[in-house]
């Protein structure tokens, strides 16, 4: 039967099993819209393509899958760009389809032309732009196989607006082939056996897990192999939940904003075994004084990761379930009993703590209180800056898939859309964006966007009226000048009522955990402006070029 | 330390600005670059000369595999191979006759293409140091335009 373009990209689409797509319209889409308009898929109109590109994002965070957004030529285009960026950097499955001019007007500065592919190929896994209708549909397999295979990333599809319109009979792949493109996905058995006979060689072994874990959905054979050897693991922000925090082995989150025991943990190590984890310089801190006593096992799927920022002694390629799985049939649990007692004498001595006396609401304690209230069984969004960082320290993650941020890129304006789209994946959970009064502004518009479509998702605004983060370091680093960081908002309350939306401001500690209740229980979204202590911190933390145990603050 | 690498990719639009682009991105700087079609021509080849340490060179290696397009990558260096590269070079004739210029090239496989009082064009074609050699002698006499193809290069 004869398909144009645009019928052939939907039901490519439907092939791989798509349900939702996050878009906006535009000249160059139309005929994709039009096909659109009599699908099952839900199409979910945003109110910004950057909304688009987090929305998808979120949803393929929360499920798994791959997240799919669109967005016309030029402006359209360029405005997902920041999304595909936040992706890239996270590893997250997502396909983004952008209309292009016609055919024969590339590269004459049409109207809302835009070179997408050259755009898009720095912050992208891989990108096309269609050429010629008959690869339309192999092009769209490729790009699901290669968005979701490997180390997940985005890949963007170009067409060109001719190309939706043309017609041909229409073919689809059951399978991709691609010679240049083969993850390894085994590791090798041989490397495998010498991480085993290191770790029972080992007196202080950590495990230092990584998003790895969560992409891979290796957080049970985490759980065994930690169980199995007795270690303490530590987990990045990306790996947050990817190991349950409720266990008497976690340590948390290390580096910049890690506990203190994590930190010192991962310097007196005599073994580090990294899953899944890329030696980011906001986790080892200085590098020449990264844990020098430690050998290294690296398990990651990305060989361009090991070896990369540490000298790694066993590295092992592949996929972390896999390997994981093979390592917990032939691995032998050390002697680690002092390793231990080391190790509680840390806890006991740092734990992480807060300002609780005082008038005003820590913000901190609004989300100890967000976890009580939903006894951890929650789906949570953040912005970027200290809400970020206190939403990952005060909340106890337990599951995977359950703290969804901007961890490698830091995009503020990333957490009200992911949300949306998490919400959209996981309609079962609640699903919270705890936000900052600056970064909650980035993309408010998306409220008009959950409204319209129901999904109803909670926003905990820690309301300090500061670019909060910047001025953390404002204080620390440059004398409390505080240049461009008082920030001001709208009444939050008044606006999220004008979107449709209930808002609420909390201004007395009593009244955090009520609000929390009701806001839960209100069948829409819901804005909660808590106005929080102006000037608190995140602590402890590791000043920037710093060895990671030389931490400040938050030492009681 | 200089290293040849020869990387065999999928003949396609935007493969050649996906390299250019990795390396410019990660601070790698390309010495010389040459491309082409092989017998096959869905694949091209790619021979690139870096400079750079072991440790740098392990990552650009990994990164160019990671590049969808890229089908396999090989350090040449560390094996027997042969290194060519074509350069043709427009000579200075007014101190100078074409029979001493025949005379002067005589070692190395040279040839003058044209030869006139404006000047001769002469093509040579071997591996780093002959060519270099060749341009020594040659601006000596007076080069008024040089252009290298880049260099080539194939395992024995
Ligand atoms: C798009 C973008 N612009 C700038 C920054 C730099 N930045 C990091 S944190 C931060 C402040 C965030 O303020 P707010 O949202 O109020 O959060 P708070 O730190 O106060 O909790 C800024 C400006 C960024 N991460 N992203
Ligand atoms: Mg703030």
Same mark, same amino acid.
């Given at each position: 039967?004869?398909?144009?373009?645009?019928?052939?990209l939907?039901?490519?689409?439907?092939?791989? @099993?798509?349900?939702?797509?996050?878009?906006?319209?535009?000249?160059?889409?139309?005929?994709?819209?039009?096909?659109?308009?009599?699908?099952?898929?839900?199409?979910?109109?945003?109110?910004?393509?950057?909304?688009?590109?987090?929305?998808?994002? %979120?949803?393929?965070?929360?499920?798994?899958?791959?997240?799919?957004?669109?967005?016309?030529?030029?402006?359209?285009?360029?405005?997902?760009?920041?999304?595909?960026?936040?992706?890239?950097?996270?590893?997250?499955?997502?396909?983004?389809?952008?209309?292009?001019?016609?055919?024969?007007?590339?590269?004459?500065d049409?109207?809302?032309?835009?070179?997408?592919?050259?755009?898009?190929?720095?912050?992208?896994?891989?990108?096309?732009?269609?050429?010629?209708?008959?690869?339309?549909?192999?092009?769209?397999?490729?790009?699901?196989?290669?968005?979701?295979? %490997?180390?997940?990333?985005?890949?963007?599809?170009?067409?060109?607006?001719?190309?939706?319109?043309?017609?041909?009979?229409?073919?689809?792949?059951?399978?991709?082939?691609?010679?240049?493109?083969?993850?390894?996905?085994?590791?090798?058995?041989?490397q495998?056996?010498?991480?085993?006979?290191?770790?029972?060689?080992s007196k202080?072994?950590?495990?230092?897990?990584?998003?790895?874990?969560?992409?891979?959905?290796?957080?049970?054979?985490?759980?065994?192999l930690?169980?199995?050897?007795?270690?303490? &693991?530590?987990?990045?922000?990306?790996?947050?939940?990817?190991?349950?925090?409720?266990?008497?082995?976690?340590?948390?989150?290390?580096?910049?904003?890690?506990?203190?025991?994590?930190?010192?943990?991962?310097?007196?190590?005599?073994?580090?075994?990294?899953?899944?984890?890329?030696?980011?310089?906001?986790?080892?801190?200085?590098?020449?004084?990264?844990?020098?006593?430690?050998?290294i096992?690296?398990?990651?799927?990305?060989?361009?990761s090991?070896s990369?920022?540490?000298?790694v002694?066993?590295?092992?390629?592949?996929?972390?379930?896999?390997?994981?799985?093979?390592?917990?049939k032939?691995?032998?649990?050390?002697?680690?009993?002092?390793?231990h007692?080391?190790?509680?004498?840390?806890?006991?001595?740092y734990?992480l703590?807060?300002?609780?006396?005082?008038?005003?609401?820590?913000?901190?304690?609004?989300?100890?209180?967000?976890?009580?209230?939903?006894?951890?069984?929650?789906?949570i969004?953040?912005?970027?800056?200290?809400?970020?960082?206190?939403?990952?320290?005060?909340?106890?993650?337990?599951?995977?898939?359950?703290y969804?941020?901007?961890?490698?890129?830091?995009?503020?304006?990333?957490?009200?859309?992911?949300?949306?789209?998490?919400?959209?994946?996981?309609?079962?959970?609640?699903?919270?964006?705890?936000?900052?009064?600056?970064?909650?502004?980035?993309?408010i518009?998306?409220?008009?966007?959950?409204?319209?479509?129901?999904?109803?998702?909670?926003?905990?605004?820690?309301?300090? @009226?500061?670019?909060?983060?910047?001025?953390?370091?404002?204080?620390?680093?440059?004398?409390?000048?505080?240049?461009?960081?008082?920030?001001?908002?709208?009444d939050?309350?008044?606006?999220?009522?004008?979107?449709?939306?209930? %808002?609420?401001?909390?201004?007395?500690k009593?009244d955090?955990?009520?609000?929390?209740k009701?806001?839960?229980?209100?069948?829409?979204?819901?804005?909660?402006?808590?106005?929080?202590?102006?000037?608190?911190? &995140?602590?402890?933390?590791?000043?920037?070029?710093?060895?990671?145990?030389?931490?400040?603050?938050?030492?009681? | 330390?200089?290293?040849?690498?020869?990387?065999?990719?999928?003949?396609?639009?935007?493969?050649?600005?996906?390299?250019?682009?990795?390396?410019?991105?990660?601070?790698?700087?390309?010495?010389s670059l040459?491309?082409?079609?092989?017998?096959?021509?869905?694949?091209?080849?790619?021979?690139?000369?870096?400079?750079?340490?072991?440790?740098?060179?392990?990552?650009?290696?990994?990164?160019?595999?990671?590049l969808?397009?890229?089908?396999s990558?090989?350090?040449?260096?560390?094996?027997?191979?042969?290194?060519?590269?074509?350069?043709?070079?427009?000579?200075?004739?007014?101190?100078?006759?074409?029979?001493?210029?025949?005379?002067?090239?005589?070692?190395?496989?040279?040839?003058i293409?044209?030869?006139?009082?404006?000047?001769?064009?002469?093509?040579?074609?071997?591996?780093?140091?002959?060519?270099?050699?060749?341009?020594?002698?040659?601006?000596?006499?007076?080069?008024?335009?040089?252009?290298?193809?880049?260099?080539?290069?194939?395992?024995?």
């Amino acid at each position: 039967m004869k398909r144009t373009g645009a019928q052939i990209l939907v039901d490519s689409l439907l092939r791989e @099993g798509v349900r939702v797509i996050f878009g906006y319209p535009g000249g160059s889409v139309l005929p994709l819209q039009d096909v659109l308009y009599d699908t099952p898929m839900d199409v979910i109109l945003v109110r910004h393509e950057q909304g688009a590109s987090h929305a998808a994002d %979120g949803y393929a965070r929360a499920t798994g899958k791959v997240g799919v957004c669109m967005a016309t030529s030029g402006p359209g285009a360029t405005n997902l760009v920041t999304g595909l960026a936040t992706a890239h950097m996270d590893s997250i499955p997502m396909v983004a389809i952008t209309g292009q001019v016609k055919t024969h007007l590339i590269g004459n500065d049409a109207f809302q032309e835009a070179d997408v592919t050259g755009i898009t190929r720095p912050v992208t896994k891989h990108n096309y732009l269609v050429k010629d209708i008959s690869e339309l549909a192999c092009i769209v397999k490729e790009a699901f196989h290669i968005a979701s295979t %490997g180390r997940p990333g985005p890949v963007v599809i170009d067409v060109p607006v001719d190309i939706q319109m043309q017609t041909i009979e229409a073919e689809f792949p059951e399978k991709v082939c691609m010679r240049s493109y083969k993850p390894t996905i085994t590791g090798h058995p041989g490397q495998i056996k010498r991480a085993a006979k290191m770790i029972s060689q080992s007196k202080r072994p950590i495990i230092y897990a990584g998003g790895g874990i969560i992409i891979a959905d290796a957080h049970e054979e985490l759980l065994e192999l930690a169980v199995k050897i007795n270690a303490p &693991v530590t987990t990045t922000l990306m790996g947050l939940g990817g190991f349950p925090e409720d266990n008497d082995l976690s340590l948390g989150m290390l580096g910049m904003h890690g506990t203190v025991y994590a930190n010192n943990a991962t310097m007196e190590s005599d073994l580090i075994i990294a899953v899944g984890a890329r030696f980011d310089d906001r986790v080892t801190g200085k590098l020449d004084s990264f844990a020098p006593n430690a050998k290294i096992i690296h398990i990651d799927i990305d060989p361009t990761s090991l070896s990369k920022n540490v000298r790694v002694h066993v590295p092992i390629v592949g996929d972390a379930k896999n390997i994981l799985t093979a390592l917990n049939k032939v691995v032998k649990k050390p002697e680690t009993k002092k390793w231990h007692a080391q190790i509680n004498e840390w806890k006991k001595k740092y734990p992480l703590t807060y300002k609780t006396k005082g008038k005003k609401i820590s913000p901190q304690y609004v989300v100890e209180q967000i976890y009580k209230v939903t006894k951890g069984d929650a789906i949570i969004c953040t912005e970027v800056g200290q809400n970020q960082m206190w939403a990952a320290q005060y909340f106890n993650y337990t599951k995977p898939r359950t703290y969804i941020s901007s961890g490698g890129l830091g995009t503020m304006g990333y957490g009200l859309p992911a949300a949306i789209g998490a919400k959209l994946g996981r309609p079962d959970k609640m699903v919270f964006d705890i936000a900052g009064d600056g970064s909650i502004q980035m993309n408010i518009q998306e409220l008009a966007t959950a409204v319209a479509n129901k999904i109803n998702v909670k926003i905990a605004i820690l309301n300090n @009226g500061y670019l909060g983060m910047v001025r953390q370091w404002q204080e620390l680093f440059y004398k409390r000048r505080y240049s461009m960081t008082p920030i001001s908002g709208p009444d939050f309350v008044k606006l999220a009522k004008a979107y449709g939306a209930e %808002g609420m401001r909390i201004k007395k500690k009593e009244d955090v955990k009520k609000a929390i209740k009701e806001a839960m229980a209100i069948p829409n979204t819901v804005i909660m402006d808590f106005i929080v202590e102006e000037e608190a911190n &995140v602590f402890p933390m590791v000043p920037a070029g710093e060895a990671i145990n030389r931490m400040i603050g938050g030492m009681a | 330390m200089k290293h040849t690498i020869s990387v065999l990719v999928d003949n396609k639009p935007g493969v050649l600005a996906r390299i250019s682009g990795l390396f410019s991105a990660r601070g790698f700087n390309i010495t010389s670059l040459a491309v082409g079609e092989t017998n096959d021509p869905t694949v091209s080849r790619m021979t690139i000369i870096v400079s750079a340490e072991d440790r740098i060179l392990e990552q650009v290696q990994k990164q160019l595999h990671k590049l969808i397009d890229v089908i396999s990558v090989s350090d040449l260096t560390k094996r027997d191979y042969f290194e060519r590269e074509l350069v043709l070079i427009k000579v200075n004739m007014a101190r100078t006759t074409k029979q001493k210029l025949t005379k002067l090239l005589d070692k190395f496989s040279a040839t003058i293409l044209s030869s006139s009082k404006q000047g001769a064009v002469v093509e040579v074609v071997g591996d780093n140091k002959e060519i270099s050699k060749v341009v020594k002698l040659l601006e000596a006499v007076g080069i008024k335009e040089l252009v290298r193809t880049g260099r080539i290069a194939i395992t024995s």
